[in-house]
């Protein structure tokens, strides 16, 4: 059952509204900026004068992770997860057309804002993606997928304040990356307090080869 406490984190794209609802929010993200120092070019100095050269704009990159197994599991065929999903975000790198400029007739991408409820937002664009596909259907369908986004800094702003995110789902369902020595007895005692839920990891991700996790694989834990 959706868990409706838990705020979902969002892509906005900012040109039209259109909005992209990350199904699970991300565990974790990274922000980085620079500046430039020039070093002024007099001779006699140990360590020269350095002059400041301007700010370069901040970035914000993390993981998220796209899943539609874990939506159509009870029956049915699975949604292909690129078409629910990651064309969405794919989308905001191509040019769109009704953004051209009137003087000289260039496109552009959209600009977007990632929203994680009224905490804080980030305006920019997309500088990258990089697509792993990570489980399939039994044709082939990809039916999840982890997406790494980097988004670069289009507007200055103060709300860049230390987060902690939990990696709680849109519908209560979380995730649990596979650590060296983890087992599906010991992550069910850890999320459930009961170790025979192992089973309901098990179906809930397809796996076959219960006793050899791959550290490092993204699992889906269902709803208590």
């Known amino acids: 059952m959706a868990d409706s406490t ?16 990350c199904y699970f929010n991300p565990k974790e ?18 360590v020269p004068q350095l002059n400041f050269g301007g700010g370069q704009p901040a970035t914000l990159q993390m993981e998220l992770l796209f899943d539609t197994y874990a939506k159509t599991r009870s029956g049915g065929p699975c949604e292909d997860v690129r078409r629910t ?9 191509i040019v769109d057309e009704k953004l051209k400029d009137k003087k000289n007739n260039k496109g552009r991408p959209p600009k977007v804002r990632f929203q994680w409820g009224k905490a804080w937002s980030f305006n920019a664009v997309i500088t990258s993606i990089s697509q792993k596909f990570t489980l399939f259907d039994t044709d082939g369908t ?7 986004v980097s988004f670069q800094q289009i507007q200055d702003s103060a709300e860049l ?23 599906l007895a010991w992550i ?4 459930y ?25 993204v699992l889906v834990i269902p709803n208590g």
């Open 142 to 148: 990809p039916v999840r997928a982890t997406l790494t």
């Open 29 to 46: 993200y990274t922000f980085a900026k620079s500046n430039n120092w020039a070093p002024d070019p007099k001779a006699g100095y140990n």
């Open 161 to 183: 304040a230390p987060q902690n995110p939990t990696s709680g789902g849109t519908g209560g369902e979380r995730v649990w990356t596979v650590t060296d020595g983890d087992t």
């Open 188 to 191: 069910a005692h850890k999320e």
């Open 6 to 21: 838990r705020v979902k984190a969002v892509i906005v794209n900012v040109d039209n509204n259109d909005r992209v609802e």
């Open 193 to 217: 307090g009961d170790t025979s839920r192992w089973r309901d990891i098990a179906d809930a991700n397809r796996l076959t080869a219960v006793r050899k996790l791959v550290p490092g694989t």
């Open 85 to 93: 999903y990651t064309d969405k975000i794919w989308k905001l790198m």
